[in-house]
Nanobody, 128 residues
Framework: VQLVESGGGLVQAGGSLKLSCATS????????VAWFRQAPGKEREGVSC????????QYADYVQGRFTISSDDAKNTMYLHMTDLRPEDTAVFYC??????????????????????WGQGTQVTVSS
């Protein structure tokens, strides 16, 4: 399994970005996938996730209504569309995946240890 993020960059507050996570060895019917982020000096935190298949999409409170997670089976790619970005969204964003067989359920969606495959991260910087 390989995950490669792209799409990060510098954006002004209120702007938008769409992150991509190109995958290999991942089928979205058989894997749970997620986006996490890590700001300088802070713990890595969950942003959004999708259970396998047509599973439930979940969002952390701090991005609810602003971010949208999606996946494209044909392109083996997952996305995070971010709107109304704020300076506090500045972080390295990571995509993560775990096979359905190892996924303990929606309750564990935002738990870092749930996932055993990670990308290298992409930097998002939001200026005020």
């Amino acid at each position: 399994v390989q995950l490669v993020e792209s799409g990060g960059g510098l954006v002004q507050a209120g702007g938008s970005l769409k992150l991509s996570c190109a995958t290999s060895g991942v089928t979205f019917d058989d894997f749970a996938v997620a986006w996490f982020r890590q700001a300088p000096g802070k713990e890595r935190e969950g942003v959004s996730c999708i259970s396998s298949g047509a599973g439930r999409r979940q969002y952390a409170d701090y991005v609810q209504g602003r971010f949208t997670i999606s996946s494209d089976d044909a392109k083996n790619t997952m996305y995070l569309h971010m709107t109304d970005l704020r300076p506090e969204d500045t972080a390295v964003f990571y995509c993560a995946a775990v096979s359905s067989a190892k996924f303990y359920g929606d309750t564990y969606c935002f738990i870092r240890l749930t996932y055993d495959h990670w990308g290298q991260g992409t930097q998002v910087t939001v200026s005020s």
